[in-house]
């Protein structure tokens, strides 16, 4: 006689995807003990009914595997929760200029202070680059520390862009950190006046992290990073997310992270990184190696990857645009030394580490992929899952070495809506014909490529069940902050388009592939931990521009409910 369930999910429409592809279509699961026990139809799951068993009726509605996200921001939570967001300015390029856009930003930045005074640096998050270089009206107008002293002179203040890439430090945080005139550049990425005064901006993680750890009172209290993190494991549980991949290792927030595992606080499994900078190479590779298992809690919490950034914000093979100005002829450098980074990542292949490398213009995929295809020639090993997060243009002869070179694309569905014509500051550098080229997915997929999605949260909301629906259409989703700007712009590579079993695919196995959980997680099979949603529709029946307004009405995490709206 069968066990007895735990919980049993019937007259469902129960529909999952394999690695390989493989559909997975029933009408019931039982679970007990966290796992999937039987996956089935109506007259076969009555067995493992008994007295103590919980069943839930779905009425006909969809049962799919819980979601991963495979590139997002878990310990940056506090950067989103806890400080001043820009987030809700959303200026029209056609009419707004860039001196109306600091206005609000002033204004937000003013009030959140004098709301705040008990606080001894002020934080920001959320303003776009192209809002000052061209992205309005075509408008450049710096963005510099004089704007940010205008409001707030007397305490430091750090305000990180909406991207992650840049972040510009008022005067007093300039001081604070030790930053002046004689602080060398970093090739340009630490901005300066032209009488050589830091003007407060500053290019990529690389350069900006060892400025703002040195100012005092920067970081926030582990209780702010636990309670940040708890919101946002809420957040992501009721879009339907089971597995985070958090790809950027901050030892405070993730130590509270590992406290939080030990202590039964973790409503969804979490993968991490260890940081490898060209600069501090070897004392990064030293310290990865030696706190390979620092942080992990068995089942919940493992950090076995090494994060490298190759570019910053898009290094493109030739040729650009007449109109580049000073970009024409010449490329974004690249955040390493070719070389530095192909012995790099040939080490990390020898320790049998994950490699997960930022990479979104053309030649910085490239040279990543070169990178990749070296490592194991020189150190085979076929349990290593590289990863290239972004995508952003990826050339066709690339996209077929990717599939080769079993190289995971980490691509992000909320920015396959992005409507190239109306990005100015990107169409100026390489001409609309490149620009048109932005986010391959469909052809990834078709030359073998594993694509896993993620969001970047915290650069971007988490879409949940909404990202399969800008996968399968290119087009933007009601939840977009610029939905009423560019809701009738079609898809700019309608080619691209997937269909809903990859969209489903690459939100569920692949995610748990790229964190090697696919044992684990990641599709409805019998012996598998019990990580599913019920949705308020027939996913298979929606139509693909309606799948946004499908909502989760409950998600289970090891046989557990930890969302519920039902």
């Known amino acids: 006689m069968a066990q007895i369930a735990d919980k049993v999910y019937r007259n469902a429409k129960v529909y999952s995807v394999a690695l390989d592809g493989t559909e997975t279509h029933a009408e019931a699961v039982a679970i007990r003990d966290g796992k999937f026990i039987y996956v089935g139809d109506e007259a076969g799951v009555k067995a493992w009914i008994g007295d103590a068993t919980e069943v839930v009726d779905c009425g006909g509605k969809s049962v799919i595997p819980g979601l991963g996200d495979a590139h997002m921001h878990l310990a940056h939570s506090a950067e989103l929760f806890g400080t001043c967001s820009f987030s809700e300015i959303v200026p029209n390029p056609k009419t707004d200029t860039p001196e109306g856009v600091l206005k609000q930003m002033q204004e937000k930045l003013k009030t959140y202070a004098e709301a705040h005074k008990d606080r001894a640096v002020i934080r920001g998050i959320g303003w776009d680059r192209t809002w000052f270089s061209g992205g309005l009206q075509g408008i450049v107008r710096p963005f510099t520390r004089h704007d940010i002293d205008a409001v707030v002179p007397d305490r430091p203040v750090v305000l990180l862009s909406f991207c992650g890439h840049k972040i510009l430090l008022n005067t007093k945080a300039l001081e604070a950190a030790g930053v002046t005139k004689d602080t060398d550049d970093l090739n340009g990425l630490i901005v300066k006046e032209a009488d050589g005064t830091p003007?407060?901006?500053?290019?990529?993680?690389?350069?900006y992290f060892p400025i703002v750890d040195r100012i005092p009172n920067y970081d926030f209290t582990p209780k702010e990073h636990h309670d940040s993190m708890k919101k946002a494991f809420a957040v992501f549980n009721e879009k339907g997310y089971t597995l985070l991949c958090d790809c950027y290792l901050i030892e405070s927030p993730d130590e509270v992270l590992t406290e939080m595992a030990k202590n039964g606080e973790f409503t969804a499994r979490v993968t991490g990184v260890h940081n490898v900078n060209d600069s501090t190479r070897e004392e990064d590779m030293e310290k990865a190696v030696a706190n390979r298992t620092k942080y992990d809690v068995e089942g919940l919490f493992t950090v076995d990857t090494l994060k490298y950034f190759a570019d910053g914000l898009l290094s493109m093979i030739e040729p650009f645009a007449e109109t580049a100005g000073e970009m024409a002829g010449g490329r974004e450098p690249l955040l390493w030394d070719e070389e530095h980074m192909k012995e790099s990542m040939a080490r990390a292949n020898k320790e049998g580490f994950n490699v997960h490398t930022h990479a979104m213009g053309s030649y910085a995929v490239r040279r990543v992929i070169d990178c990749y295809e070296n490592a194991?020639?020189?150190?085979?090993?076929?349990?290593?899952r590289n990863i290239i997060a972004h995508c952003t243009f990826v050339a066709p002869e690339d996209r077929v070495r990717m599939g080769k070179s079993h190289i995971i694309a980490s691509d992000q569905p909320g920015w396959f809506s992005a409507s190239p014509t109306d990005e100015k500051v990107m169409v100026n550098y390489w001409g609309e014909d490149v620009v048109r080229e932005t986010y391959p997915s469909k052809s990834l997929i078709d030359n073998g490529v594993v694509c896993a999605y993620g969001s970047d949260f915290v650069v971007n909301p988490a879409c949940g069940i909404a990202g399969f629906q800008v996968a399968m259409t290119r087009r933007h989703i009601k939840m977009d902050l610029t939905y009423e700007l560019y809701k009738d712009v079609p898809a700019s590579k309608p080619e691209e388009c997937v269909s809903l079993r990859e969209a489903l695919q690459a939100h569920t196995i692949n995610a748990a592939y790229q964190a090697h959980l696919e044992k684990v997680t990641g599709s409805i099979e019998v012996g598998k931990s019990a990580e599913l949603l019920v949705l308020d529709s027939d996913i298979e029946t929606t139509p693909a521009e309606q799948i946004q307004d499908i909502k989760v009405l409950?998600?289970?995490?090891?046989?557990?409910?930890?969302?519920?709206?039902?």
Do not use: D, L
């Open 199 to 207: 003007s407060g901006y500053i290019k990529e993680p690389v350069a």
């Open 376 to 384: 194991q020639k020189t150190y085979p090993n076929p349990n290593i």
């Open 554 to 566: 409950e998600t289970v995490f090891k046989g557990k409910t930890v969302f519920k709206n039902m």
